[in-house]
């Protein structure tokens, strides 16, 4: 299979590449806490695994993965919901309960690194379309990725579009470190995953506890005793799952971009 990984290739061929087609993906996301059973890079993992398909689908050349990304505190209302007081000062996924702490960098970090990374594909190597492949879903770092986008888009200089590898982008989940991360994982990466890290299934998985929030907890409609519900349940993933499911979610996104990119039905 023909190389995508830019770092890999030569000037001649990432020109030629480029004169095919003026598209290149860049995969981000933060190392960030995902439960004692997943590693801490799942978001720019998957991200990276995403890009690699598109590229191979769509065309394009795939940037090396920016392991970076942001969050800021959480509302009170929030706090709440995931079973909080609300009075706490808790940064994204870090709770007070977790062994690691996420490597977050600043909003205007990420800002940025962005900002330097997209003119230069668009002034020094002269891409048309840029698609960055994001796997973080912090509030802040997607309204940083997304103002950058319609900045460049209002340039008419080229295309910048945001997609996320999660099943029906862009309405998709909200979910952290639940099963559709798990099991998605146990098909990319079957040997970072330890489900034994969690306890036996028979006890509720508390959001406090553990930092593994489901989609309609952050949703704002928690559980009566904010606890992971089971349909998302990491510690019922299983690999076959995950790998059905990501295929689903990467045909999604490759017909989501060929419409976007190519005005194609
Ligand atoms: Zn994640």
Excluded at 15 to 44: C, M, Q, S, T, Y
Excluded at 70 to 97: C, H, K, N, Q, W
Excluded at 165 to 180: D, F, I, K, Q, V
Excluded at 247 to 263: A, I
């Amino acid at each position: 299979m023909k190389e995508r990984r830019l770092q890999f290739l030569r000037p001649e061929e990432i020109i030629e590449e480029r004169r095919k087609n003026a598209l290149i993906f860049l995969p981000v996301g933060p190392l960030e806490w995902h439960g004692p059973h997943l590693p801490l890079g799942v978001d720019p993992l998957r991200a990276e695994a995403a890009a690699l398909y598109l590229a191979r689908r769509l065309g394009g050349l795939v940037l090396p993965t920016l392991f970076i990304g942001t969050e800021r505190e959480r509302s009170p209302e929030m706090l709440r919901s995931i079973g909080f007081s609300g009075a706490e000062y808790i940064v994204g996924m870090d709770f007070p309960a977790n062994s690691l702490a996420s490597l977050y960098f600043r909003e205007e970090t990420l800002a940025v690194v962005m900002r330097d990374f997209l003119e230069m594909l668009v002034e020094k190597w002269l891409f048309e379309k840029i698609v960055i492949v994001n796997g973080h879903g912090g509030e802040n770092h997607l309204a940083v990725l997304v103002r950058l986008q319609k900045e460049f888009n209002a340039r008419k200089c080229c295309r910048v579009l945001m997609v996320m590898p999660t099943l029906n982008y862009p309405r998709g989940a909200w979910s952290h470190a639940t099963m559709e991360e798990t099991a998605t994982l146990m098909a990319l990466y079957p040997s970072t995953v330890k489900l034994e890290a969690l306890p036996s299934p028979k006890k509720k998985l508390a959001n406090v506890g553990w930092a593994i929030v489901d989609d309609l907890t952050f949703r704002g409609r928690p559980t009566a005793d904010h606890t992971v519900r089971r349909k998302e349940d990491p510690r019922l993933a299983k690999k076959d799952a995950g790998r059905r499911l990501w295929t689903e979610t990467l045909q999604q996104l490759v017909s989501f971009l060929r419409k976007e990119l190519n005005g194609e039905k």
